[in-house]
């Protein structure tokens, strides 16, 4: 709690909280029995996922981003789902912008706010594709985009696509089957695709360095929401061993499937979860 008083502090972000939490249409993961050639296909976005009610963004974590007033002037009136993004791998820099209190004009001159979604809109997700490319037409902001979505004929184009991309920095893949109805909560009509997995875990300790990471930590010991206790060692930096996330911190990991013994296999350390 303390760190993340200060990284607020540092920021000069205190988020305002919106009234209710926005309700979203969440992912699952994606599944090999499906016909891909049912689905959309879109990049998964490393950004800051926000919610447009039509009058201000808020957070997925309920908190209203203060964005320039100039950045959302030509937003419709009508709630859109979408991302705050900018370019692949600038998670960081994302979130330090979206998060600051007073927003720095020159630092969202950068970022646009991709759409994926029109919530309560009627119609399948490929009318809804069509309504979204004509709503950005109309609203002329150059603050204001569609995700590209784009079609496969098969899982093999599909992962083929996968490895292209995230081979150029990208995140993963996003499915949305054509035919889907909106509706929030999490949905088998939208799946995330990555050659990775990652998940959340609570930092309960350290393991001491060793050799050139004498007197520094050399691991993370993590607890899952399962109450699985693991530890993770690769992905910290020098500056991190240093200074690790706070015991108590949330953060996130990415792995590749699972041990015998049910451990996450080749645990990375993928960055510390900011509560915004």
């Known amino acids: 709690m303390f760190k993340m008083l200060i990284f607020l502090l540092v920021l000069g972000s205190f988020p305002l909280l919106a009234v209710t939490k926005p309700d979203l249409l969440l992912a699952q993961d994606y599944q090999d029995n499906i016909d891909v050639s049912q689905y959309w296909v ?5 950004g800051v996922r926000a919610y447009w009610d039509g009058k201000q963004l808020i957070s997925r974590g ?12 030509d937003f419709p009136s009508r709630p859109l789902d979408g991302e705050l993004w900018f370019a692949r791998q600038q998670f960081a820099q ?21 759409i994926f979604e029109l919530p309560q ?8 594709i069509r309504m979204m490319q004509l709503l950005v037409q109309q609203q002329n902001s150059p603050y204001l985009q569609v995700v590209p979505q784009f079609r496969v004929a098969d899982r093999a184009t599909l992962l083929a696509t996968l490895t292209q991309l995230e081979q150029a920095g990208a995140e993963g893949l996003m499915l949305h089957h054509q035919d889907a109805h909106y509706k929030t909560g999490r949905s088998a009509d939208l799946l995330k695709l990555k050659t990775y997995q990652d998940a959340e875990a609570t930092v309960i300790g350290y393991r001491p360095g060793r050799g050139k990471y004498q007197g520094m930590v050399g691991a993370l010991v993590v607890r899952t929401p399962d109450g699985l206790e693991f530890a ?13 996330p706070a015991i108590g ?3 996130t990991y990415r792995y590749n ?20």
């Open 62 to 73: 309920g908190n209203i981003i203060q964005a320039p007033a100039w950045f959302t002037a």
């Open 94 to 114: 994302i979130l330090s912008t979206v998060s600051k209190q007073q927003p720095v004009s020159s630092e969202w001159q950068q970022l646009v706010y991709y």
């Open 249 to 251: 911190s949330e953060i």
């Open 42 to 46: 879109s990049e998964k976005l490393d």
């Open 257 to 276: 499937g699972y041990t015998s013994n049910g451990i996450p296999r080749f645990a990375r350390f993928l960055r510390e979860r900011q509560a915004f």
């Open 121 to 128: 809109a009627e119609g399948t997700f490929t009318e809804r």
């Open 232 to 244: 993770i060692g690769s992905g910290l930096t020098d500056a991190l061993r240093q200074t690790p």
